[in-house]
């Protein structure tokens, strides 16, 4: 339980110190006081002056910051400058499409990467094998996402597809190097020697022992897949918060950005407090 | 084990010739990278166009190779930049302990806390967009320099720690050797090695990311050209019918893939 608050006050922290820290920059961007009524001619000097006034009013840190999260507590999360709409129903007609994408890209991801990973620890001693899915998995990792995202575009295949290739060859890396590991203990060849079967050693010994370091990468893989969707969905104009995000860049709309700045370290933080929170052994609770 | 080494000598081979022929771009093409050929616009691929020329008349092998100039010479750069900001904070925090390690360690757990790709969009989107090329290529790899040193800080934090605890220092210390000769001639050297890992692992994934950047145009401005910059000619281009426009993707899969050979590491960025 004292863990569980220990995680929940560090989510806090991080997503309120990303929030403040994302105010910090956007107060300090250049062009931030900068207001383009103040170049109309038919403005009165009295005007310019209170115009000017509420905007230092608006771009004062912890004020401005203290005004959000008052704000934010009534679902209230402001204004996109960009598009003219509130931030909130911004937010909550995109996230659909990426946790969905998400979803799919991680599961996919999951299925190919662990699967492809326990293929070439389980017969490792076939070269021809792991040179070819090291080799594919090598080709995939050169590439930069948002390129698989236009050749995949370019063949038609679905979004989803794009985040399951971008994600594949991180998971098989990670996975396979603990695999291997798990099947090189001595407690392994014991098992072996005692004539229990080869499934039983992967599901009974193998991925259990790498079972907590595994579930390390679940919530690693949540922070790449994140990333990856922003030029994926960029690329692909796709509808959701990637590219939102990436639209709210294109056109300075710094308070949605700080929004997704705050939504997302929440995600992947949350991601690794529960990671973190995982048994460090099989059966031992930490 | 047997085969890496043939395959690690062809991937230094390649990236050799690849770094001469962006040193040297007049080897294999006499134009600019800006200059227009107003005659021979959208030119397929020829003797004296071998990647053929873009829609303002521009050589593209040209291009290619100054950009490639521009992105091997800027990813080490930012590399640099990125483990001596590292060197600087996870030394600092492994030998003051205490509350400075802690708020190291918070900040690189704030940093870590955003996916990178994200990180580096947000705040290259509260700098100037409309900028000069060579202001944007200083903000572009400036920016993949500073935000990317909290991995390698507490790679750092963790090698200084051990170091700090270790016999060999204690003796130093016991001999009344000063602080700064301790840093500069026992902690500096035994750190190098972790240092210039990260710098290795650290090119190919600044490389990546400026591609990324780039393709999603928050990389470096036209007309100065990087693999980023080339790399958004895709989107507006027709690949079925001009596959050579493919080339920046094919060399950059190479480039990123021998470096990959030379350093393996599980995690390329996104």
């Keep these: ?286 | 084990m047997k085969s890496a080494r043939p395959a690690q000598l062809f991937a230094i081979v390649f990236l050799t010739f690849v770094g001469i022929s962006a040193l040297v771009p007049r080897l294999w093409t006499p134009d600019s990278y800006e200059t227009q050929l107003r005659e021979a616009l959208d030119a397929p691929p020829s003797a004296r166009f071998p990647l053929g020329t873009d829609a303002l008349g521009r050589d593209r092998m040209a291009r290619l190779l100054y950009g490639t100039r521009v992105s091997l010479a800027l990813a080490p750069a930012a590399a640099l930049l990125s483990c001596l900001v590292a060197a600087l904070v996870g030394g600092l925090a492994g030998l003051a302990g205490g509350w400075t390690e802690r708020t190291v360690l918070a900040s690189v757990d704030l940093f870590m806390s955003l996916p990178w790709l994200f990180l580096l969009l947000t705040v290259r989107a509260m700098l100037p967009l409309n900028v000069s090329p060579l202001v944007s290529l200083g903000i572009t790899f400036g920016l993949l320099g500073l935000l990317s040193w909290p991995a390698s800080a507490r790679v750092v934090r963790a090698a200084i720690h051990a170091l700090r605890d270790s016999d060999f220092i204690l003796q130093a210390r016991a001999s009344g050797v000063t602080p700064w000769r301790l840093i500069s001639r026992q902690l500096i050297p035994n750190v190098m090695p972790v240092l210039l890992a990260q710098f290795w692992i650290a090119v190919p994934v600044f490389i990546l990311a400026e591609a990324t950047l780039g393709m999603l145009g928050l990389g470096v401005s036209e007309p100065l050209p990087s693999w980023g910059s080339m790399l958004r000619e895709l989107e507006g281009g027709n690949l079925r019918a001009q596959p050579w426009i493919a080339a920046p993707a094919v060399l950059l899969a190479a480039v990123v893939g021998c470096f990959q050979l030379i350093f393996p590491r599980e995690d390329y960025s996104i």
């Excluded at chain 1, 597809?161 to 291997?180: A, E, G, M």
């Excluded at chain 1, 079967?197 to 991925?207: A, D, K, M, N, Y």
């Design chain 1, 1 to 286: 339980m004292k863990t569980l608050v220990t995680q929940l006050g560090r989510i806090l922290a991080l997503v309120l110190l990303a929030g403040l820290a994302s105010a910090v920059l956007m107060r300090w961007s250049p062009g931030t006081l900068v207001d383009e009524r103040e170049l109309d001619p038919r403005m009165s000097q009295e005007t310019l002056t209170a115009l000017r006034a509420n905007r230092a009013a608006e771009n004062s840190i912890g004020a401005g910051f203290v005004h959000y999260l008052k704000g934010a507590m009534r679902g209230d999360l402001g204004e996109s400058t960009s598009r003219n709409a509130p931030i909130a129903d911004l937010l909550t007609q995109n996230a659909p499409a990426t946790l969905r994408r998400l979803g799919i890209g991680l599961a996919g991801a999951w299925l190919g990467g662990l699967g492809m990973a326990i293929l070439v620890a389980r017969f490792r001693q076939s070269w021809l094998l792991e040179s070819a899915v090291s080799m594919t998995a090598g080709t995939l990792l050169s590439l930069p996402a948002a390129v698989l995202a236009y050749f995949c575009l370019t063949a038609g295949i679905a979004v989803e597809t794009v985040l399951i290739l971008v994600l594949v060859p991180r998971v098989f890396r990670f996975s396979r190097n603990l695999l291997v590991q798990a099947y090189g203990s001595s407690h392994i060849d014991m098992a072996r020697a005692r004539g229990i079967s080869e499934t039983r050693i992967l599901f009974g010994h193998v991925l259990r022992s790498a079972a907590p370091q595994m579930a390390a990468l679940v919530a690693a893989s949540l922070s790449m897949a994140v990333g990856a969707i922003i030029p994926i969905e960029a690329i692909c104009d796709a509808a959701g918060l990637g590219r939102l995000a990436w639209q709210a860049a294109m056109s300075r709309d710094l308070p949605l950005l700080v929004n997704l700045t705050m939504l997302i370290a929440m995600v992947a933080t949350a991601a690794m407090a529960i990671a973190e929170l995982a048994p460090l052994r099989p059966g031992e609770s930490s």
